[in-house]
């Protein structure tokens, strides 16, 4: 949330938690702000969306980064982010990275591991958001870091669990049912479809629906009223 989309205050009532935007690949100080201020407003939890710093490509090119440059791209949001959150009483619930930063990670030890060590560094109590299953979880668990497994409402998976690639066709799941039978079945199943059809296992703590695609909205209030149906609480980890 918070990268210029203009649905936060729709969708904000219908959510637990929001990864919001740290400026570097979407975003600025004045709708940081306003996003925090949503959220406070709706009692969601808030969390640090850092990314790439590429706003012509949304952070979602790959880039090549030193372990330094890693820690320092982190610090800097951060930074940014608290500088703006805690004059207005917000507290910082978790961490997600976003787009290629954040699949760069889940494949790669060494990024996670200073990735979480950044985190650390700045608050051991902050829970790191990240793909289930991945390198950054595993990092997160041996360095004693609180995480919560995401999984996706609206991406579809490889038979390894990450994320199709986007620019492969069906990476996006664009209907609203689609996407709550995905998160039903990770739910009650602890499995999920691949892109070939084979089921693999999977682990859910929270789930996530990206705030910039074009039905996010539609997606969010149909998850919402699935998950509210099936007696599954809506609540932040």
Known sequence: MGEG?????????????????????????????????????????????????????????????????????????????????LPLGASLHHVKLHGALY?????????????????????????????????????????????????????TYQQDGSLTPRYLDHAMIDDAQEACSQVLTIIFDKKVATAHGTPIDIEANTVCVHGDGPHAFEIVSALHESLKNNAIPIKYV
């Open 5 to 85: 989309m203009g649905n936060e205050a729709e969708i904000m009532p219908l959510i637990s938690s929001a990864n919001i935007s740290c400026g570097y690949h979407a975003g600025n100080t004045d709708s940081i702000k306003k996003t925090i201020e949503l959220a406070l407003k709706n009692n969601v939890a808030i969390g640090a969306h850092p990314g790439y710093d590429d706003k012509i490509n949304f952070g979602r090119v790959s880039q090549m980064v030193s372990l330094l440059e890693m820690a320092e791209l982190i610090a800097e949001q951060m930074y940014v982010f608290e500088r703006i959150a």
């Open 103 to 155: 699949n760069d990670c889940a494949k790669d030890a060494a990024l996670s591991k200073i990735f979480i060590q950044t985190i650390q560094a700045i608050d051991p109590d902050l829970i790191i958001y990240g793909l289930s299953g991945s390198h950054t979880i595993t990092q997160a668990k041996i360095l004693g870091q609180p995480f919560a497994n995401e999984v996706f409402a609206d991406r």
